[in-house]
């Protein structure tokens, strides 16, 4: 979404982790995504460091206004860490034994709550703008409510599932979440140019 939308064209290649091509390995050995390789070989394989990257090339709304402040920096922070953690338990509970998937769900509450709180004050969690810190927290609460989206709809976060639906429906995530062929070595790159629908 950052690339997106700071107008970055840029070459992509769509990688299933289960069947990972070496050219990800050889340039990042972390072998997870995302990773963006810059023209002249420098590497950034954070998700945060390629948002801020990306808005550092062009930030037309000012999405990065306010990221030096103490409550963006604990937001994003408490989000990659303890929630990230809750949320991964919750997904995938059959493999964290002995608690059900409502104790893990119940540990990810904690942090919607602050999240339910933030937008009691603001239309957006830090301000009547988009932030930062809205796009960097806002692919992990989706995750959260697709697991169990009849719950999520019906839980006490009305604000919250506003701000989420807002999301889903701008037409930045829309255009951004076109599904690709898995890419392999020696396919054809695929160039995404900012403001055209990528085939």
Aim: charged fraction near 25%.
């Amino acid at each position: 979404m950052a690339l997106r939308y700071a107008a970055i064209d840029y070459e992509l290649r769509e990688v299933f982790l289960g069947d990972k091509p070496s050219a990800l390995l050889r340039v990042s050995s972390k072998g997870t995504v995302p990773v963006l390789c810059l023209p002249g070989g420098n590497v950034i394989d954070e998700s945060l460091d390629v948002m801020r990257w990306a808005l550092t090339q062009h930030d037309p709304d000012g999405w990065l206004r306010d990221e030096w402040r103490t409550e963006t920096r604990s937001l994003v922070e408490e989000n990659d860490s303890e929630f990230m953690r809750h949320l991964e338990h919750y997904k995938y509970w059959e493999r964290f034994p002995p608690h059900p998937q409502s104790h893990y769900r119940m540990q990810a509450e904690t942090f919607l709550l602050r999240l339910e709180q933030c937008l009691a004050r603001n239309r957006y969690l830090l301000s009547a703008k988009l932030t930062f810190a809205d796009v960097a927290i806002f692919p992990f609460v989706r995750q959260l409510a697709l697991v169990d989206k009849t719950w999520f709809d019906q839980a006490p976060f009305p604000r919250l599932q506003i701000w989420l639906q807002t999301f889903l429906e701008s037409s930045l995530f829309v255009e951004v979440m076109q599904r690709f062929p898995g890419w392999q070595e020696g396919d054809v790159p695929m160039n995404i140019i900012p403001g055209a629908v990528a085939a």
